[in-house]
Structure formats: structure tokens, C-alpha cells
């Protein structure tokens, strides 16, 4: 499958990328918006969580030399973001980073807000 990207720079110049995909799904099974909607749905992740995890909380810039630290570090972080995600306990369109700093200063709304 080849996916071509154009996008346009705020100076106006633009660029086009080619990607290259490789699958073991039945042509006949699937379509080419199906496809698309695969490879961006895998995108979404990266972008949704991945993206976030570093840009607020630096997940990238930890060493973690003990064996198995950076396993469990990864899997805690994953889970307070789910967590904020799904209690929602900031106000409408809120950044999640303002959710979890406003928690963190109210450990007791926090614990509540966990133990329900």
C-alpha cells in the first residue's frame, strides 16, 4: 500500500511524503479507505498518548537503570493518564497536564476522585 502525505508549511511551501505499508489482510476483505483508517488509527495512538506522555511529563528524557524500572514507570504513567482521561476532573477543554498539576496540589481530591 502507498500512502502519499502533503502538507503545507505555515510559510506556504509544501512537501509530500510517500509511505510504504506492507499487510497480510485479504484485498478482497478490506478496502483502501479501510486501510486508511488502519494506519490512522495507529497514528491516533501515537499522537493521543505517546505524544503526550513525553511532552508533558518527559516520559523520553527518564533513565531507568534498575532492570524492569522503565517497564513499570511507563506502565504507571499510562494508567494516571487513563485515569485523567476517563474521571475527567478538570473543567471543560482543560489541558490534561492543568488536571493532573491541579491533583496533585489536592492529594485528598485525588484519593476520593480514585476510591470513588
Known amino acids: 500500500m502507498r ?3 502533503r502538507t503545507r508549511e505555515p ?25 486508511l483508517d488502519l494506519i490512522r488509527g495507529h497514528w491516533s495512538v501515537e499522537n493521543n498518548l505517546h505524544h503526550e506522555k513525553d511532552r508533558w511529563w518527559d516520559e523520553d528524557r ?11 514507570f511507563t506502565t504507571l504513567l499510562s494508567a494516571a493518564v487513563s485515569a485523567l482521561r476517563v474521571l475527567h476532573p478538570g473543567g471543560p477543554g482543560e489541558p490534561l497536564k492543568a488536571q ?13 476522585l480514585l476510591t470513588g
Open 3 to 5: 500512502v502519499d502525505r
Open 11 to 35: 510559510d506556504g511551501t509544501q512537501t509530500t511524503q510517500t509511505r510504504y505499508f506492507a499487510t497480510s489482510l485479504d484485498p478482497g476483505a478490506v478496502s483502501a479507505r479501510g486501510l
Open 62 to 72: 527518564h533513565v531507568c537503570r534498575r532492570p524492569g524500572l522503565g517497564e513499570r
Open 100 to 112: 493532573a498539576d491541579a491533583l496533585n496540589w489536592d492529594i485528598d481530591r485525588a484519593v476520593k
